[in-house]
């Protein structure tokens, strides 16, 4: 009786194995599924220019919004934008809740793991960022000091590995003014972003922050899905990785003045 039991013990495990296999294949987010709903649903954090920021009308514009908007066209659908803090932008899209994650994300290793990426669609660099009277003048000054970064980014994980003392806020705009009130020795951001924040801020305080010409890192960016939706990455990939070698992508750049990095060699 006991091996009876047993037997249809491992035949119902392997029938619930069997299953989950199936729904996690009919669960994936195909081309067929997203042009069938019309849509493609977007998590963005939009304070992190010039990838994404809010106008003044409240509407999200940017360098990946603008990409994202060529490929809705191909795709033959709406552009969706549903905002939030940077940290919960992976979590969402890893769950299923979004459709595809944006917001200048680095690809990494330990990303990888548990999220699905497009091709890298430009190459992009984490920036030191301080005050024009800090004697910090290289990434080896920032051994025992404190630096800013935002929430659940590479800046803010690679920060924590190399030993910083880190204080990480939900947007940049808090992690620059962390800086710039003498709460922080330094501010790890995106070099692009860096640049563009930097700036406003200096036209009204010249000169009062500088960016470091010695890069914290150089990462690729890209856009994130759920894992098991190969079927519209790859379509998605076709179709970015042409943009990308016609040189549209870098007219978007262009449009925002950002210098562009192409991940093409």
Do not use: H
């Not at 890893?94 to 999220?115: C, F, L, P």
């Not at 992508?249 to 991940?263: E, H, L, Q, R, W």
């Amino acid at each position: 009786m006991k091996k009876l039991i047993c037997v249809l013990l491992a035949l119902c495990l392997c029938v619930s194995l069997f299953a989950a296999c199936g729904e996690s294949e009919s669960d994936a987010l195909t081309v067929e599924a997203v042009k069938e709903k019309g849509t493609l649903l977007i998590a963005t954090s939009p304070d992190f220019p010039p990838f994404e920021e809010l106008t003044s009308e409240g509407t999200v514009e940017g360098i990946e919004i603008d990409i994202l908007n060529l490929i809705c066209d191909e795709l033959g659908v709406e552009l969706v934008i549903e905002q939030m803090d940077f940290d919960s932008v992976l979590p969402g899209v890893q769950a299923g809740k979004y459709d595809v994650g944006v917001s200048g994300i680095s690809v990494t290793e330990k990303r990888m793991k548990n999220t699905l990426f497009t091709d890298a669609y430009c190459l992009a660099a984490q920036a030191i960022v301080v005050t024009a009277d800090s004697p910090i003048a290289s990434k080896a000054d920032l051994d025992g000091k404190t630096v800013s970064v935002q929430t659940g980014t590479t800046a803010e994980s690679f920060c924590m590995e190399e030993g910083y003392e880190v204080s990480s806020f939900a947007a940049n705009a808090d992690a620059q003014s962390a800086l710039i009130t003498g709460k922080v020795d330094a501010w790890v951001i995106d070099d692009l972003t860096a640049a563009e924040m930097v700036a406003a801020y200096n036209e009204e305080n010249p000169g009062a922050l500088v960016i470091l010409s010695e890069a914290m890192t150089t990462e690729p960016y890209a856009f994130a899905f759920q894992l098991g939706n190969d079927d519209l990455v790859d379509e998605i990939n076709t179709i970015l990785n042409k943009l990308v070698a016609d040189g549209t992508v870098k007219s978007i750049f262009d449009k925002f003045n950002a210098p562009y990095t192409s991940p093409i060699a």
